[in-house]
Each structure stands twice: as C-alpha cells, then as structure tokens.
C-alpha cells in the first residue's frame, strides 16, 4: 500500500511525462486518440472493465494527460483480453485494442508492469518459445508461466492439467519448426534492418507490417514484440 | 441426429420446385444425413395469405412449429453472447476474471435453452469446457453444458463415429446432451 495520496490518485504537473501522448500519436492510427470524446462506450462495451484498476476511457484520458507512470504500470492494460469490443463500438473509430497492445509493449520495454502477475509474465514467455522453436507448445509456456508467476499461488492448477494430459490435450515435449535458424535469421535483425528500409524510403518505422512478419501468428506475443 | 425437413408447397410433390426437393435428397442422402420430412405440415402462407390476415397466418406457422417441436427438431438457440469474449488466456493467468467470463457465457447459453455450444475458437472451446468444473465449482448454479468444436457437432450430424471426432478427449462429457439432441434439442453457436 502506498500513501493516501497514491490510493486517491492525485497527480501534479511535475508528474506529467509531455512526450507520453505524442508518442502514442505516433502510432499507426494513433493520431485518432485525440479524437476521443470520453463517451465511455469502450468500458460500457469491455467483458473486463468492472476488474479493471482504470477502464478503457480513463486510460485513453490518463494517456492524453501524460500520466504515462500509472498507464504502464497498471493491471488495465493485461486485463484486455484484445477481444476488440471496444474498437468495434467506438464510435470515433479509436483503435483501442490496438493502443492497448502498444501500451503492453512500452510496458515491459520499460519494466514497469506489475511484478509477479501472470499475464505479462506469460506474454514474455510466449514471445521466447516461440522465437526460438518457432512454434508454442501451451504446457511448456503454462509451465514457465507458473514457475515465475509464484509456483505456490497455482498448485490448484495441476489438476485440471493432470486431467487435460490424460485426454492427450496437453502436450510436454515442445513442437518446433524444422528451419529454426532461418526463424531466428528472420527476427535477429529485424530491427536494424527495418531501420535500413524506412531510411532508404524516407518513411517512418514500419512498425506495425513488421510484426505481423513473424512465422507464428503470434497470440500473446502481440503484447510483448 | 437427423434433421427435419420442412418442403413447403414449391417443392412439394408436381409442384414447380420438385427438381429442388429430388437433388437436396439425393446429395443429403450421399451425405449420409438423415432428412425425414416433417409429417402433416401445412402451408407457410407466404406472403400472400399474409396480405389478408396476420393472425391466421401466424396460426399456420405455429401449427408446423408445434409439429417440428412434437417430433423433434435441432437449431441453434438465439445466444446474443455468441460473440462475446470468453477472456482468452486470463482463465490460466487471471482465474477469477476467467472464469466470471466463462460462468456469464454458460448461464446465457443454458438459460435461452441450449443442450450443448458449439465453438469456432479453440481458446472458447478450452474455457468453456476444461475449465467447466472450475466454473461450477465457483458458480453452483450452473448446471453441466457440453461445450465443443462446431467440426464435432457437424461429424456427429454426419454420423461419424466418437473416436474419430475426439469426443474421448472432453472433459465434459457430449453423450447426456446427444441424448436429448436425439428427442430434438438446441445448440448455442459461439463465433468470437
């Protein structure tokens, strides 16, 4: 627990990161953020909003505002399911979902999520099964997901996976892709050369087209690459 | 599970559409689906007993719903749900959220009456039924619903046999609710 101050999430000018929203602006369809009307269909709309620290409109509001510390370090953003309910209803055709997974990114690019919670933990582990086997084998990722989310709290799983395993739905030897090394030719530089290719095309970062160039769809991987 | 089928005047027999009714029949019956016609139906009323009267002509189709219902008919429940999200990953990293998800799914679809839900997804597949007991266990007011893949519910329409449909991998087991499918039952389509 941190001061009263904290729980009554009072901020001040001094806390306020200026570069926050337009970096979000940044982003493809990002400048739509500055169209929202604070409405709050995107919360009415979300199955999770009710478990959230801040709902949808509260974060696109926080965002704009600045206050990028308690946007990137809060439950909100790993709660999003990325079910697009939102983005389907908003009606000034925000993006939500897809601001939520940059929020996701900048989030564990800076290490500010929440500690020991298993949602970004899962999307980590995810991210490094499937860049290196090209493929996600769910027990070994459940596995690991466990192990650094606090083995201790989820002991009351291993029963339904014993269950799942004995159906011969739960896989423990890890699939994988034959040409690994062409995968990891293909990721290892992505940047650098994506970086090469908007300079030669006086474009900015393709971003967006690059992620979507993985060999795997990437599932949770959305939220950390 | 057979289907009912309902030839309305067009393509009744000497009607103008009985090519229609001859090939359905014939490409069901290579099919291997069972199509028994719905006996003693009348008339919908088309559009033109409508223009007269729109009490008798509801009449009319009640009488051959009320015959489809007495010998047995399967459709998907009306399920305003089918696309809403059944939470993904957060049954394995966020339980409680999860399984609310899952619970709000499950009691829509039992209560508009369905028998079993179909999914398309796999991850709707895996909270709706693996994680069926723990729902319960949370929520006991909800009763067992067989959640499978929609290709599962097609392959047994088909009358492919169990084994080859994977039926030995559920949790929640599909044979209660074929049970009463047989005696004309509902399902509840998920697409999200």
């Known amino acids: ?225 | 599970v057979s289907y009912l089928y309902y030839p309305g005047c067009c393509c009744a027999l000497e009607a103008t559409g009985r090519a229609y009714e001859e090939s359905l029949l014939a490409v069901l019956a290579r099919l291997g689906v069972q199509f028994p016609e719905l006996g003693d139906w009348n008339c919908c009323g088309a559009t033109m007993y409508m223009a007269v009267d729109e009490k008798r002509s509801w009449a009319l189709s009640l009488r051959n719903l009320a015959l489809a219902e007495k010998q047995g008919g399967n459709g998907p429940v009306d399920w305003p749900l089918k696309t809403r999200c059944c939470g993904g990953s957060l049954t394995g990293t966020v339980e409680e959220v999860g399984l609310r998800l899952a619970y709000i799914l499950l009691r829509e679809a039992k209560q508009r009456g369905a028998d079993v839900v179909v999914t398309a997804c796999p991850f709707c597949e895996c909270n709706l039924e693996c994680f069926q007991k723990k729902v319960r266990r949370k929520y006991p007011d909800l009763a067992a619903l067989p959640a499978v893949f929609f290709t599962q519910l097609v392959g047994v329409a088909m009358g492919i046999p169990a084994k080859e449909l994977g039926l030995h991998r559920l949790l929640v087991p599909l044979e209660p609710a074929l049970a009463r499918v047989h005696r004309g039952g509902s399902y509840a389509a998920a697409t999200a």
């Open chain 1, 1 to 225: 627990m941190g001061s009263w101050l904290d729980t009554w999430r009072i901020r001040y000018q001094s806390q306020v990161d200026p570069t926050f929203f337009r970096e979000l602006q940044e982003l493809p369809g990002g400048e739509s953020i500055a169209r929202c009307i604070q409405c709050g269909t995107c919360a009415g709309t979300c199955p999770v909003s009710h478990f959230m620290d801040y709902t949808p409109r509260r974060i696109i509001a926080m965002a704009r505002a600045g206050l990028a510390q308690d946007v990137l370090s809060c439950f909100t953003i790993w709660l999003c399911a990325s079910c697009y309910a939102c983005t389907a209803a908003c009606p000034q055709k925000i993006p939500i979902t897809d601001v939520m997974y940059a929020l996701k990114r900048w989030a564990i690019q800076r290490r500010t999520y929440p500690r020991r919670f298993p949602v970004p933990i899962l999307a980590r582990e995810f991210f490094r099964v499937v860049g290196k086997r090209g493929r996600n084998s769910e027990g070994e990722v459940t596995l690991r997901m466990y192990l650094k989310a606090g083995p201790w709290r989820h002991v009351s799983k291993a029963g339904l996976g014993l269950r799942m395993y004995l159906k011969g739905r739960l896989g423990v030897v890890p699939d994988k892709i034959r040409d690994r090394a062409q995968l990891s030719r293909l990721l290892g530089s992505l940047e650098q050369r994506l970086a090469g290719v908007s300079r030669q095309r006086q474009e900015p970062p393709l971003a967006a087209s690059g992620e979507r160039a993985a060999a795997c769809c990437g599932g949770q991987a959305g939220g950390v690459s």
